[in-house]
Every structure is written in structure tokens, then in C-alpha cells.
């Protein structure tokens, strides 16, 4: 069966599958609001879903949570593990709204309580969710290979328990298993059909290159959430496909209704910074950077607001914001956080590239994820080493090894190793590739590729055979 038959084959288990989700989230809504004392259930003068439903609803069913709803859950939870201690299902609910209170805030402090309230939790006898939250846990740590053992523990204790699918896709992803992912996510449908299930489904399609399937899913996905922060996560996703392609104007519209829904979605934010930049509106594009980095200071996004400073001359800015990843990649390593990747990146372009070589050959051997090959190939290529460095750069973008993401970053950077090989028409064919998916891929390194384009020239005239 061909990729587009079995693309078709999902899509339309999704499509029949959307009436029954809708129905069956209704009531496991209602079983859990049912659940709780009303106090905590429901606002009781509206008959509404109160804060704590809301959120903990989100976090058990691997939904983003809104921010304000976050903190009165893990009150509410604190404040009942103080009565009532040996309550391992509480004790679960605690640890995934750490986990979740920590991703939002980008802050690495939250992951060891979440940990302990988890272990608590497994330590009581929590079963099934105890060991899903572990999973989550995990992949929010970027340890994959954890979250998968745990991830498949769970599913062994429960095997219905369709939550637990989600962080099983993720950490096989990440340990570049995409046949394990598509297999798990084959069971995922089989048992439901929701936003967040067409969300995972999306996940797998785009990395399999499959953007559009991508691209409807997640569509579907924020139509039919049932909260704000939900939708504004999903409209944020559809964002970075946009953008993926090079559709800089979707890219923009989704991030600005995804921050107008929910204004906590800093992801959001630093994808308006990111589609502006391309855009040319670099100070609307820096001040969105600034914003979100002030709030959700992830690495990933001081290592782009530092590079755009940097193309646009300004030195000491990308200095002093390169800075701020170091320290923001300590202090998620205090918290358990294995930021090697972005770290490695950073350091390939604009520190040591042979430490780059050291630490992306450690994180090769501990989880050999697409990025992960494609940053090691790149560290290779600036330390000199060109012809290892093409082995990653293959690994990365060759459709049989899971490299199926249409990446203008891998392209690019395979198309740069090929011409320092002296591979004058695959770097060419490679680096248009890559400045036609996506010709606003960097602000530094996209001027790089039409540079080095120009500098291989047109491929030379041959004679057709006789």
C-alpha cells in the first residue's frame, strides 16, 4: 500500500471518527466533573465548569491548560494531599499539572516536584496514570528513551487507556522509531477520535512530509477544541507548518489568533517574531521575541532572537542574548532538562564547533532523533569534517531512514556539506530545495544559501547521447 493510499485510509478514520469523539469527550467531560465535589467541579451560580475541572481535565487527557486554571488545580490539589495524603490518584493529577505548569513557563524547577508527586503516586499503588504522567514527564526532559519505557508500562497496565498513546508517539519520534510511531498512533485512532488525537495524528503526518494531511488535521483540531488554551495550541502548530513551507502571511495569521485566544501562548509569540522577520518587519519581530522570551524563556527562541540581532548587525544584542540560552540551558539541566540540541546548534554557528561534535555525538548515541542526526552532520561540517558529516546530512533528510520532514534548515545544510565535498549538483539541487520550501528559513543562514547558490553557477551545457 502506497503513502497516499494509507494517508487516505487515516484521514477518513478521522473523519467518521469525529461525531463518536465529540460524544464520547462529552461524557468522560461529564464523568469527571461528575467526580469531583461541586466546589471543585462546577462554578455553581453559572452550572459552568470551574477552574480545577477545566485543568484537570486538560492535563489527565494531555490537553494544554490555561495558564490561571493551572495554578488554582495545583492549589486545589496541594491543599487536598495535605487532608488526605494517601490519595495516589491526586497525587497523579498533582504531577501532570507540574509538568505542564513547568512546559508553559519554560521553567525546569517544576519538573523534580512533578517527579516526586509521580513516584508518590506510583509509590501508593497510582497504576496506569502514575506511570503515563512519568512518560510525559520525560518527553518534557527530552529523555526519550524514558518516556518510551514508561510510555509502554503504562499501555501494559491499562491497554485501553488511549492517554498514554500520546507520549508513546512522542519519545518513538524522538528516538527516530517512526514505524513504532505510525503503529501507535494506528491504535490511538482505532480507539478515539478527538482534537488532541488529530493533533497527535498531525505530528506523525508532518514528520513523515505529509503537510497537508498535517495541516487539515490540525485544522480540524482547533475547530472542534473545547477550551481557548487548546485551540490557540493547535492554531499555534498550524502556525509552524505555515511557516515550514514558507507561507509567511498564514504563518502570521495563525500565531495572532492563536495569541488573541489565549495570550499565555508564548509559542505563539515567538512565532509572530518569526514570521515578521521574514516578513522584513524586524522591530515588530524583535519586540514579539523579547516578549516571549520574557515570559516562556526558552533556548530555542534566544538562539533565533540572537541570530536575528545578529543579521541585522547588531552584535552586542546577539551576544548578550546568547548569553541568556547559556544560562536558560544550566537551569533547565538543574531541573533534569536536556537541552544538548539547541546547545550543540549554538555552538556548531556561534561558539566551539568541536564541542558541538562532542556533546551532538553523545546525544546521538543516547537518542538518534531526525534533528539530532541533522545538528551532529552540521557540527561535523563546521569542525571540517565533510565527509562524516555527510553520512548525518543523508540520515537527516532521506526519506527511508525517517527523514521525511520537508526541511529547508536540513536541505541547506546538506547542500552546503555536498559543496564543500565538491558535489556541485546535488548541493545545487539541495540548496533550491531548500530556498524553495522555504525561502525565509533563517535570517542568517537563508542569505548564506542564495550566496553559495550563486557562487556553484548554472549547471554546465552537456550533449545529449547520440
Request: with cysteine; net charge positive; glycine share 10%.
Amino acid at each position: 500500500m502506497d503513502s497516499e493510499e494509507k494517508a487516505r485510509r487515516l484521514r477518513e478514520r478521522l473523519a467518521t471518527g469525529v461525531v463518536v469523539g465529540a460524544l464520547v469527550g462529552c461524557l468522560v467531560l461529564g464523568g469527571t466533573l461528575m467526580a469531583l465535589p461541586p466546589e471543585e467541579g462546577r462554578d455553581v451560580a453559572r452550572g459552568a465548569p470551574g477552574p480545577v475541572a477545566l485543568a484537570r481535565t486538560a492535563v489527565t487527557a494531555g490537553v494544554p491548560a490555561a495558564l490561571p486554571d493551572l495554578a488554582v488545580l495545583i492549589a486545589d490539589r496541594q491543599g487536598h494531599l495535605r487532608r488526605h495524603p494517601g490519595d495516589a490518584q491526586s497525587w497523579a493529577v498533582l504531577g501532570a499539572a507540574y509538568v505542564e505548569q513547568g512546559r508553559r513557563l519554560a521553567d525546569a524547577r517544576w519538573y523534580p516536584r512533578a517527579e516526586r508527586a509521580l513516584r508518590t503516586s506510583q509509590r501508593l499503588r497510582g497504576g496506569a496514570q502514575a506511570l503515563e504522567g512519568l512518560a510525559v514527564l520525560a518527553n518534557a526532559r527530552r529523555d526519550f528513551r524514558a518516556a518510551r519505557v514508561y510510555g509502554e508500562a503504562a499501555l501494559k497496565a491499562e491497554r485501553k487507556r488511549w492517554t498514554a498513546y500520546g507520549p508513546l508517539i512522542e519519545a518513538c519520534t524522538g528516538l527516530n522509531d517512526h514505524k513504532a510511531a505510525k503503529q501507535a498512533l494506528d491504535r490511538l485512532l482505532e480507539l478515539r477520535s478527538d482534537p488532541v488525537v488529530r493533533a497527535r495524528a498531525a505530528a506523525v503526518y508532518r514528520d513523515r512530509g505529509w503537510r497537508e494531511d498535517a495541516a487539515a488535521a490540525l485544522s480540524d483540531a482547533a475547530a472542534a477544541a473545547r477550551t481557548p488554551a487548546e485551540r490557540a495550541a493547535w492554531l499555534e502548530r498550524g502556525g509552524q507548518l505555515a511557516f515550514e513551507r514558507g507561507d509567511r502571511a498564514s504563518a502570521l495569521r495563525h500565531f495572532q489568533e492563536a495569541l488573541r485566544t489565549d495570550p499565555d501562548q508564548r509559542a505563539a509569540q515567538a512565532g509572530q517574531g518569526r514570521a515578521l522577520a521574514a516578513l522584513g518587519r524586524t522591530t515588530e519581530a524583535l519586540a514579539a521575541y523579547r516578549a516571549a522570551l520574557a515570559k516562556q524563556p526558552v533556548p530555542q527562541y534566544a538562539l533565533e532572537l540572537g541570530e536575528l540581532y545578529e543579521s541585522l548587525g547588531l552584535g552586542q544584542a546577539a551576544r548578550v542574548t546568547y548569553d541568556l540560552l547559556r544560562a536558560r540551558v544550566r537551569a533547565a539541566a538543574a531541573g533534569g532538562v536536556d537541552e544538548e540540541l539547541v546547545l550543540g546548534l549554538f555552538e556548531a554557528d556561534h561558539g566551539d564547533p568541536r564541542a558541538a561534535v562532542r556533546r551532538l555525538r553523545a546525544e546521538w548515541r543516547r537518542q538518534p532523533g531526525i534533528a539530532v542526526a541533522d545538528a551532529l552532520g552540521w557540527a561535523l561540517h563546521r569542525a571540517g569534517e565533510d565527509e562524516e558529516a555527510l553520512g548525518f546530512a543523508l540520515r537527516a533528510t532521506d526519506k527511508e531512514r525517517g527523514g521525511g520532514v520537508r526541511s529547508a534548515l536540513h536541505l541547506f545544510h546538506r547542500g552546503v556539506i555536498e559543496r564543500g565535498l565538491g558535489m556541485s549538483g546535488p548541493a545545487r539541487r539541495h540548496l533550491e530545495e531548500a530556498l524553495r520550501i522555504n525561502p525565509w528559513f533563517s535570517p542568517l543562514q537563508a542569505p548564506v544559501a542564495r550566496r553559495a547558490l550563486d557562487a556553484l553557477g548554472e549547471p554546465p551545457e552537456t550533449p545529449l547521447p547520440r
